[in-house]
């Protein structure tokens, strides 16, 4: 929590403007930085969970460079071969439909409760959906008209 504290000090002081994604993941983690900062919004991508599994048993990664493929949307040229040097594609152990039914398990239990935290404080927007040209439309037009942009 500290590390994340004090690079978010830092940022803010050279922009005064942030994001962060994937913290904080407990209640006790949200509640330090309320103490630290005033948040203006907290942005929840309510995506279900079976859509979640079904993309992520899709992924494909070149595990040397980090690029990362999918199968029905962005297959690589020769199906499970980098593009760029031919080598071979994975599908990451944590990627596998079970592993994800896990980690989604974990973040109920655990993660959750942050969003419960930040509703009670009129904080949380949530936005539900499974496609992001539907989801970032209505993102967009909520932060313009709250920030008046």
């Known amino acids: 929590v500290d590390v994340v504290l004090a690079h978010v000090v830092d940022v803010e002081a050279k922009t005064n403007r942030w994001l962060l994604d994937g913290f904080p993941r407990t209640v006790n983690q949200a509640k330090a930085l309320d103490e630290a ?61 079970e592993a994800v039914r896990d980690r989604l398990r974990v973040y109920e239990e655990n993660t959750r409760p942050v969003l419960d935290h930040y509703m009670r404080l009129d904080k949380a927007v949530s936005f539900a959906g499974t ?15 709250k920030f008046n942009l």
């Open 37 to 97: 900062f005033s948040l203006d919004i907290v942005v929840n991508l309510d995506i279900p969970h079976e859509e979640i599994v079904e993309r992520l048993r899709h992924r494909m990664v070149h595990l040397p460079s980090g690029r990362s493929y999918h199968r029905l949307w962005s297959p690589p040229k020769v199906e499970g071969k980098d593009d760029e040097t031919g080598e071979e594609l994975v599908v990451r152990d944590d990627d596998q439909p």
């Open 131 to 145: 496609e992001s040209n539907v989801i970032w439309p209505e993102m967009k037009r909520h932060i313009q008209e």
